[in-house]
């Protein structure tokens, strides 16, 4: 079980609740919660920059001051072309402004699309990068904003976002004025690398947290570890998951567990919602 099945389950348990699924690179809580979607748009992060070589006069002005040497010389008979790698281009438009000759042409790239749903527990403000595309942190700020806006139309200021994994600019986007934290790990060594970073970074913006094991009972003495972890960096440990292969089912189905049976699965995850809901309601 990972997060997006703890936020699923959290927000049947809440009942209505404003969702936003802010793993724009990997978005899947759309699977669980099967959202309608009533407004979608195109996001654009970036610019798409090209030479126009009959206006270029071959000044190098914008090889020059390119950062990511994504523009090209070839020498030709007559004259040297610039050509921008694609590849390479981070759409920072330094190119188009340096340009004297007004030689270079840029447009809006869409790197992906941006979505305002309905669900069976509430609105929800969801996205998707398009394949191999840049700019995933503005793509989440976008998602927060529409969230925002979400909120103010339905009167409605309790939130639940679905952040994504790491601790790169899409996570620091996820929790930017966010009031907690709530990290799933599991009890692997790669689990409390990553567990030690994010904790360091949610401590930086002095946003309280909480950490949960999941799948708990494969490792109990890494799960010892984190419950160590934890106290070094004051974070609360909220409580532990077991493996239960029933998670599986119920996705397979597009329901959340605690929709889809009763077991000791369900139970821990409703002993944590308990605890971490004053924080969200």
Not at 63 to 89: G, N, P, Y
Not at 124 to 135: D, F, P, Q, V, W
Not at 197 to 214: D, E
């Amino acid at each position: 079980m990972g997060k997006t099945s703890l936020v699923s389950s959290f927000a049947a348990l809440a009942g209505r609740i404003v969702i936003s699924d802010c793993d724009v690179d990997a978005a899947d809580l759309h699977l669980i919660l099967n959202p309608q979607i009533k407004e979608s748009g195109d996001f654009c992060g970036g610019l798409v920059a090209e030479v126009e070589q009959e206006k270029c006069t071959s000044c190098g002005k914008c090889k020059q001051e390119c950062r990511f040497s994504a523009i090209k010389e070839e020498i030709t008979a007559d004259k040297s072309l610039f050509i921008i790698d694609q590849v390479s281009c981070e759409g920072c438009g330094v190119c188009y402004l340096v340009c004297g000759d007004k030689a270079i042409k840029v447009e809006d790239s869409i790197n992906g699309e941006w979505y305002i749903s309905e669900t069976r527990h509430g609105p929800m403000s969801h996205a998707k990068l398009g394949i191999a595309e840049e700019n995933p942190g503005r793509l989440v700020t976008l998602v927060r904003n529409n969230q925002n806006q979400i909120a103010q139309e339905v009167r409605m200021y309790e939130s639940i976002i679905d952040g994504s994994p790491g601790t790169g600019c899409p996570v620091i986007a996820s929790l930017t004025g966010s009031t907690y934290a709530l990290i799933v790990t599991e009890p692997t060594v790669s689990g409390i690398h990553d567990l030690d970073r994010i904790l360091s970074v949610t401590g930086h913006f002095r946003i309280p947290s909480g950490i949960v094991v999941n799948k708990s009972d494969l490792n109990m003495e890494m799960t010892d570890e984190i419950r160590l972890l934890a106290k070094d960096y004051r974070a609360e440990f909220i409580g532990t998951i077991p493996y239960d292969k029933q998670i599986t089912d119920a996705q397979m189905e597009g329901l959340s567990v605690v929709e889809f049976t009763k077991s000791s699965v369900t139970q821990a995850i409703e002993a944590i919602w308990e605890r971490v809901r004053p924080f969200i309601m």
